[in-house]
C-alpha cells in the first residue's frame, strides 16, 4: 500500500479516536519564554504577545469580543496566548486576568523566497488549466474590495478540476488565505492542484479523483490583504478602509479591514468576534459585507458541496462545527471524519466551541446554511508562526495530504468513515483480488466511477480474500473496490487500474 492508504486503513479502523495532544499546546521546543508583567513600555515600539492564565471558557471568549487576537489555547495549563492591544488592555484586567509579555513565536514578518504573490498564482493557475485543458479552467468567481473600489486588479480566482458532466459528482471546496499573512496556506492548495492533475493517468486513485469529483481549488480568498502580506506587512484582515479603523495599511494587524472569517452570515454577532473596527478580529458592518465572503458565498450557493476544508495557521490543530455554540453538531459524520484528519495529519481534532467561542466563521456557515461537512486546518506551531521558511512547506504538505485525500475518498458517500477499508487491491492480467478486513461479509468493484452501496459487481468471497475476474482490457480501465464489514457497514473504495 501507499503511505496513504496505509494511514487510511489504520484511521478508518476506529471512529472514537482520542486526541494525540492537547488542543493548543505550545511545543516544548517552540515555547515562548515569560518576560514578566505587562507595562506601558512594552507597547512603545511593538504590539506585545502576552500570556494570561484563564480559569474558564467564558474569559476566552469575552477575550475575543474585545478584539484580543488569540493565538494558542493551552488547555492544561489554562494559558491563553495572543496579542493585545493599549486600548484592550483595561477590558482585559477588568476580567481579572493579568496580562505577562512573552517572546513572539516565529515571526519574520517576511516573505520568504518561494512563497506565490497574487500575480504569480493567477500564472500558476492559467498555466495548469493550459496545460491540462481538458481537467481544469481557472475560473474569476469574484472581486476583491479593493477591486470593486478600482484600487487594484485582484479576483477571487478558484482553479476548477472536472470532466465531462460534473452535475451529479460530489464536489468538493479548499480555500486558502482567508487571513492575509497566513502565507502558508495558499502553498496547500497549490500543492494539491498539482497533485491532482500531475497524477491523473497514472495514479488510479488520483485518476479517479479528478474523473469523479468536481474540485474547486481556491488558493487565495484574501487577495489584496496577502499583498500587504508579501511586503512584510503583519496583516490578517482584508484592506475595507470605509468601515472605521483608519487607513493605515501597514504595521501590525490592528488597523482598517475586516476579519473574513467573522463576517459569514450564520450567526453572525453572536459572540467570539469583536465590534471593534479596529480589531483584528472586527466582523465588520454586517453578515456578508465584504465582497471576497460573498464570492465564496455565491460559489456554495450556485453549487452544493459535499465537503469544505478551510487551510488556516497557526496552532496545529482540526476543528469543524460548531464555533457558535457549545452543542455538539447533529451530523455524527462530522467529528468522526475530523478525528481522522487529525490523525492522518498528527494534529489535534476538536469542535471549534472547544478551543474557544467564534461567530460569522466559514465553516459555521457552511455546514448550518448549507449543510456542508466543513473543516478548518491549522497549519504549524509557535515557532513556525504566520510566516514560516518556504523550505517548511514541503513538510506542512506532507502533514496535510493525506488529509485533503481522504475528503476526496469520502466524498462519494461520507457515511464510509464509520466502515473499514480494504488492506490491499490487485490486478493482474485482469485478475482483481482484494485483501479483506477481518470477518467481512462481502466485497464489490465498480467500474470507472463509484455507484451505490451493494450495487457493484460482487466479488467471490474466500477468507480474509476476494477475487474478480474482468478480463484483460485495453488501455487502463479504473477499478472501484470496497468492502461491507461483519456490522453491514461499506468503507471507502479502492482503486486500481485493470
Known amino acids: 500500500m501507499n503511505r496513504f492508504a496505509t494511514l487510511l486503513a489504520a484511521t478508518l479502523v476506529a471512529t472514537q479516536l482520542q486526541a494525540c495532544g492537547r488542543a493548543g499546546t505550545v511545543p516544548t521546543a517552540d515555547s515562548p519564554r515569560d518576560l514578566g508583567p505587562l507595562s506601558a513600555a512594552s507597547f512603545k515600539n511593538h504590539q506585545p ?61 517576511s516573505f520568504d523566497n518561494g512563497y506565490h504573490t497574487y500575480e504569480q498564482v493567477k500564472a500558476e493557475l492559467e498555466a495548469l488549466a493550459a496545460k491540462y485543458p481538458t481537467l481544469a479552467k481557472v475560473e474569476d468567481i469574484g472581486d476583491s474590495w479593493e477591486k470593486t473600489k478600482g484600487k487594484a486588479n485582484h479576483d477571487i480566482l478558484a482553479l476548477h478540476i472536472s470532466t465531462g458532466d460534473a452535475s451529479t459528482k460530489p464536489a468538493l471546496l479548499y480555500c486558502g488565505n482567508h487571513h492575509a499573512r497566513e502565507i502558508v496556506t495558499p502553498e496547500m492548495v497549490l500543492k494539491l492542484a498539482h497533485v491532482l492533475l500531475e497524477g491523473h493517468g497514472t495514479d488510479p486513485e488520483l485518476t479517479g479523483y479528478v474523473e469523479n469529483r468536481d474540485l474547486y481549488l481556491i488558493p487565495m480568498v484574501n487577495p489584496d490583504g496577502h499583498t500587504l502580506a508579501e511586503k512584510g506587512n503583519d496583516w490578517r484582515k482584508n484592506t475595507n478602509i470605509t468601515t472605521g479603523g483608519g487607513t493605515q495599511l501597514s504595521g501590525g494587524p490592528n488597523g482598517p479591514g475586516v476579519d473574513l ?32 465572503v460573498q464570492a465564496i458565498k455565491g460559489l456554495v450557493e450556485r453549487r452544493p458541496f459535499t465537503f469544505l476544508m478551510t487551510y488556516h495557521s497557526f496552532s496545529n490543530l482540526i476543528l469543524w462545527p460548531w464555533g457558535y455554540q457549545n452543542a455538539p453538531p447533529p451530523d455524527k459524520r462530522l467529528p468522526a471524519i475530523g478525528m481522522q484528519l487529525g490523525k492522518l495529519s498528527g494534529y489535534t481534532p476538536e469542535q471549534s466551541i472547544d478551543l474557544y467561542q467564534t461567530s460569522g466563521d466559514t465553516t459555521d456557515w457552511a455546514f448550518g446554511a448549507r449543510n456542508v461537512l466543513a473543516y478548518t486546518t491549522e497549519i504549524g506551531t509557535w515557532g513556525d508562526g504566520f510566516d514560516p521558511p518556504f ?49 467481512a461479509r462481502a466485497a464489490e468493484a465498480f467500474i470507472g466511477r463509484e455507484g451505490k452501496d451493494g450495487t457493484g459487481i460482487k466479488l467471490a468471497v474466500a477468507g480474509a480474500k476476494a477475487h474478480l475476474t474482468l478480463g484483460a482490457k485495453g488501455g487502463k480501465q479504473l477499478v472501484l473496490v470496497h468492502a461491507q464489514d461483519a456490522n453491514g457497514q461499506w468503507g471507502p473504495t479502492k482503486a486500481l487500474f485493470n
Open 261 to 292: 472569517n467573522r463576517n459569514y452570515g450564520f450567526h453572525w454577532g453572536t459572540g467570539g468576534a469583536s465590534t471593534e473596527p479596529t480589531s483584528a478580529t472586527f466582523r465588520g458592518p454586517a453578515p456578508f459585507s465584504e465582497p471576497e
Open 49 to 109: 504577545v502576552v500570556s494570561m492564565s484563564y480559569s474558564d471558557r467564558g474569559q476566552l471568549s469575552k477575550l475575543a469580543e474585545l478584539g484580543m487576537e488569540i493565538w494558542y489555547v493551552d488547555k492544561a495549563a489554562h494559558k491563553v496566548f495572543g496579542q493585545i492591544t493599549p486600548e484592550q488592555l483595561a477590558g482585559v484586567k477588568a476580567l481579572g486576568l493579568d496580562p505577562r509579555e512573552v517572546t513572539r513565536p516565529g515571526l519574520r514578518n
Open 391 to 439: 523550505s517548511k512547506v514541503e513538510t506542512f504538505w506532507k502533514q496535510n495530504e493525506p488529509g485533503a485525500r481522504l475528503l476526496l475518498n469520502l466524498a462519494a458517500n461520507p457515511a464510509w468513515t464509520f466502515g473499514t477499508p480494504v488492506q490491499a487491491a490487485t490486478s493482474r492480467n485482469g485478475e482483481i483480488e482484494v485483501s479483506l478486513p477481518a470477518g
